[in-house]
């Protein structure tokens, strides 16, 4: 299959070096829309989908390959291999922050950079680790997803948006949530929120940058200084804007972080 069709694959910009964003849960390229203009004159742009997503190929979808991150971070090699890349800058939200751990951690000599926009390597509470979810929580969670898929999106979109008074932002969100797959959407949620991969960021030691939004409820200030702490050589910057979708809800103040880190 053609990998490039596959993952809806666009390449855009007039710089050489690769910038590649890597969407979260639920969303597609088009989240990058405020993001991207800023870099075009600097960057060679590329964007794509998650198999499931936007106007990814569904059809390559594999429940096998995609149970677990590590699938997903086996696709995004498969673009940088096709495309040629080197001394990438991987931009990653949610859980495709994790996605590009795997990725560089795999093949570090593709990544010159990673910029993690809400990362968290594990979302259940363990011991002394703060995930922000007890392993109840995230059953209830998924439970609530399994048995209908939409309502949880109407109900949950919004609340991981945050930014209340701006409603606008939580209904694209859902709309986002509503247009993907179910059926894979439900596989990846399962995927995401029970994944562990603290053990995998000591490996990694491609520079980061670690993008923490502020009253972000699936990923807690708690989480982002774990993931500093981990990476041995990241830079944690807290973002006043807050909920978890920043690349929305603060394009401006993501992207003065991005640039000064760059």
Not at 55 to 83: F, P, Q, T
Not at 188 to 198: G, I, M
Request: charged share 20%; hydrophobic share 40%; with cysteine.
């Amino acid at each position: 299959m053609n990998v490039l069709h596959r993952n809806n694959v666009q390449v855009l910009g007039r710089g050489e070096q690769p910038m590649l964003f890597a969407h979260g849960f639920g969303c597609d390229q088009n989240m990058w829309r405020f993001l991207t203009p800023a870099f075009l004159d600097d960057y060679k742009v590329i964007l794509f989908d998650h198999v499931g997503a936007g106007r990814s190929d569904a059809s390559a979808y594999n429940r096998s390959r995609h149970g677990s991150l590590k699938g997903y971070a086996d696709d995004v090699l498969e673009i940088c291999r096709e495309l040629g890349l080197s001394r990438t800058v991987f931009v990653g939200h949610s859980v495709s922050a994790m996605i590009g751990v795997l990725a560089a951690a795999a093949e570090p000599e593709r990544f010159d950079k990673l910029v993690l926009i809400g990362p968290s390597p594990c979302y259940i509470n363990d011991g002394d680790y703060v995930g922000g979810f007890s392993r109840g929580d995230i059953d209830g969670l998924l439970e609530s997803l399994d048995s209908n898929y939409l309502g949880w999106s109407s109900a949950m979109a919004p609340v991981i948006m945050g930014n209340r008074d701006r409603p606008e932002l939580g209904e694209e969100l859902t709309n986002s949530f509503c247009r993907t797959d179910p059926e894979i959407a439900r596989h990846f949620a399962h995927v995401t929120f029970l994944s562990d991969n603290r053990a995998d960021l000591p490996k990694v030691k491609t520079r980061s940058l670690v993008l923490q939004c502020s009253e972000d409820v699936i990923a807690p200030e708690a989480v982002g200084r774990y993931v500093h702490q981990h990476l041995t050589n990241s830079q944690l910057v807290v973002l006043k804007a807050t909920g978890h979708c920043p690349n929305l809800s603060a394009p401006e103040e993501t992207i003065a972080a991005m640039k000064l880190f760059l």
